[in-house]
């Protein structure tokens, strides 16, 4: 018989696997919390209609219907000839070279139609030209 003591292995703890399981909480944790934003001062901002803060003076708005009518902020224009478009528009044009002329033209207007629109624009003298245009949801 043998009644000798056997020796004891000490347990290892594997630490690498071990480290990388909590890198993997760290992880997790990281990517699933939410982060709060809180102001120290609690205020309340006062409300305006940005509507009234519009500068309308400075706006020529052009529409352009699908057949080629034009109007010139909301009045319409006698005849589609480029006189007649050029006439109206330097009446609607208060600030003079700084209106900026908004082309709002139906998505099945004609390409001449637009043309024309930006053809009486530099017979004024007006260079800023912007489009109009509708978002999608």
């Known amino acids: 018989m043998n009644?000798?003591?056997?020796?004891?292995?000490?347990?290892?703890?594997?630490?690498?696997?071990?480290?990388?399981?909590?890198?993997?909480?760290?992880?997790?944790?990281?990517?699933?919390?939410?982060?709060?934003?809180f102001s120290e001062l609690q205020i309340k901002l006062p409300a305006a209609d940005a509507e009234q803060q519009r500068?309308?003076?400075?706006?020529?708005?052009?529409?352009?219907?699908?057949?080629?009518q034009y109007m010139v902020?909301?009045?319409?224009?006698?005849?589609?000839?480029?006189?007649?478009?050029?006439?109206?528009?330097?009446?609607?044009?208060?600030?003079?070279?700084?209106?900026?002329?908004i082309i709002s033209a139906d998505a099945s207007a004609t390409h001449q139609s637009v043309i024309t629109v930006m053809e009486a624009a530099r017979r004024i003298n007006l260079t800023q030209i912007t489009f109009a245009t509708q978002i999608l949801k």
């Open 55 to 68: 500068d309308y003076p400075k706006e020529v708005i052009v529409s352009v219907s699908s057949d080629g």
């Open 73 to 101: 902020n909301k009045t319409a224009v006698e005849g589609r000839s480029l006189d007649a478009l050029v006439l109206a528009m330097r009446d609607s044009a208060k600030a003079g070279k700084d209106s900026v002329v």
């Open 3 to 37: 009644f000798r003591r056997s020796a004891r292995d000490e347990p290892e703890i594997n630490l690498i696997a071990f480290i990388d399981v909590l890198l993997v909480v760290v992880i997790f944790l990281m990517l699933s919390t939410t982060y709060s934003k």
